[in-house]
């Protein structure tokens, strides 16, 4: 709300929100599958790498063999083409070696087992089979046509290369690697659709005692009867087990807080009863003084100063009897709102009209200061007590007139405003002035019983402390709410203080 002598500073900007943390279901279910993913890991590479190893042996082995087949069909048959040893697999390559060039031999094609000569490998290939040290082990080579594991024999002054293709090695452990990720993949999407529902299965204890937790933290335990009916069940209470054990705990410590709200009652009500009773039984001594004050003042022959005296009597026993009327008020609408006394009806109200008249009485009894009304053009209409909220609307004019000097501007204005996600609900009224504000370590403590910081605002009448505490008490006993929000006056910047009041419309 703007104003005339000076705008309500800004509310700095929230803070980020922190990240929202996990849940317990989801660390649990996290971890197993973390373990899980970890086994399948571990298990998958132990596989891998034996099998792995196996191939390569059996690869070499026949590798080998083939060599000695080889090399048995030269020296037995005679022929000089080494390929031509019986038993040889598609894909075989064997050459003899001549010098700086191969000789006779060729490779046997993967597919078809077609004979292919020495034109089917390049000029790099020829290199490299040239290049193999003739020592009878087995040695890996990339070919044109694919990588192979090749054996040189040296036989008599000729060097036999021979070599098996490394294809099937690696299509095999492809296979396996692509078994391993399928099975894995499997595991772990059937570990944690079972796993989800044995932790929800298994957390749903303590999720029920959470709950009657939540249940009780939700309750509006500062003031009134307050009734702690929810426990924990008794199945979910045993001791033995993390959520048993918190059950039980939980019970105990509702048993606990039930019995203290229960004697924190019972002393609210021993103390309204008595500040009730002996208000009412105030009333009539007080009004007994100020009666026979007021007589003696009206009979009797006084000195200036015994007149005075009495004048004094007769204004604080006045005062007193206000004093006690309203904490009387006070008292019964701490049991209306306790539950201990029955609710009053109540009616239509219209608070435009009752505003109105407020504010025209303030501007004849208060002429000192500039009284400004803002009403709405049709009338603001709620339901309740006309009498209490005539009394909320005196009280606030009252409070701006006696903490403010004169020539202070208030402001006093109606709107229907918006309460929660329901737009024209409420009434809203406000009580704005450009006074000296009211000290930031007192704002908390406005709405306390006698409490009072006249110190810090200007005005030169005393108050009881008892003004706002009875508009509060009377605006919650209507289901409405109040706000205070002020700023002191400070060099070069002037102050200001708004009181809010907001009240649910009739319907």
Not at 61 to 77: F, G, I, M, N
Not at 105 to 134: F, I, K, N, W, Y
Not at 197 to 204: A, G, P, T, Y
């Amino acid at each position: 709300m703007t104003h005339a002598h000076g705008t309500p500073p800004r509310p700095a900007s929230p803070p980020p929100a922190p990240p929202r943390p996990l849940s317990l279901r989801s660390r649990m279910l996290m971890a197993l599958l973390g373990m899980l993913a970890l086994v399948c890991l571990g298990i998958g590479v132990v596989t891998y790498s034996a099998m792995s190893s196996q191939l390569h042996d059996r690869l070499d082995q026949d590798v080998a063999q083939a060599a000695e087949r080889s090399a048995a069909h030269l020296s037995q048959s005679g022929q000089a083409d080494p390929l031509r040893a019986p038993g040889q697999a598609s894909g075989t390559l064997s050459f003899l070696l001549l010098d700086d060039r191969l000789g006779v031999g060729g490779v046997l094609d993967s597919t078809t087992g077609e004979r292919r000569t020495v034109s089917a490998l390049s000029a790099d290939d020829a290199e490299a089979l040239l290049e193999t040290p003739a020592d009878g082990r087995a040695h890996s080579l990339q070919l044109s046509i694919g990588g192979y594991r090749v054996v040189a024999l040296d036989l008599r002054g000729t060097t036999l290369v021979t070599g098996l293709p490394t294809a099937p090695v690696q299509s095999t452990l492809g296979q396996l690697a692509w078994t391993i990720t399928l099975v894995s993949a499997a595991g772990l999407a059937g570990t944690g659709l079972v796993g989800s529902l044995i932790v929800r299965r298994s957390l749903e204890p303590l999720e029920r005692v959470a709950s009657v937790a939540d249940g009780a933290a939700r309750l509006p335990l500062e003031a009134g009867p307050v009734e702690l009916a929810d426990r924990v069940r008794a199945v979910d209470a045993v001791p033995g087990t993390e959520a048993g054990t918190m059950g039980a705990a939980l019970n105990l410590l509702l048993d606990n807080v039930a019995a203290a709200l229960q004697a924190r009652q019972h002393s609210e009500e021993k103390l309204r009863r008595f500040v009730g009773d002996a208000s009412h039984e105030l009333r009539t001594p007080l009004a007994a003084i100020r009666g026979y004050a007021e007589l003696v003042g009206a009979t009797e022959h006084l000195s200036d100063d015994g007149r005075a005296s009495m004048n004094r009597v007769v204004e604080q026993s006045r005062r007193m009897g206000s004093l006690v009327d309203d904490l009387l008020l006070l008292a019964r609408l701490d049991s209306a709102r306790g539950g201990s006394a029955p609710a009053t009806p109540d009616d239509d109200v219209d608070l435009s009209r009752l505003v109105a008249e407020e504010t025209a009485d303030f501007r004849v009894t208060a002429p000192g200061h500039q009284w400004r009304l803002e009403l709405p053009p049709d009338p603001v209409v709620v339901r309740g007590q006309t009498a209490q909220l005539r009394q909320v609307v005196a009280n606030l004019l009252s409070n701006a007139r006696k903490h403010t000097p004169d020539g202070t501007e208030v402001t006093v204005s109606l709107r229907i405003a918006a309460a929660g996600a329901s737009e024209g609900t409420t009434a809203a009224l406000s009580v704005v002035d450009d006074g000296p504000g009211i000290p930031a370590d007192f704002l908390p403590h406005v709405f306390e019983r006698f409490a009072r910081a006249d110190a810090a605002r200007s005005g030169g009448e005393g108050t009881t402390g008892l003004g706002l505490p009875i508009v509060q008490a009377i605006v919650e006993a209507h289901g409405g709410g109040i706000d205070v929000d002020s700023r002191p006056a400070d060099v070069g910047s002037p102050g200001w203080t708004r009181f809010e009041v907001r009240l649910p419309l009739a319907r």
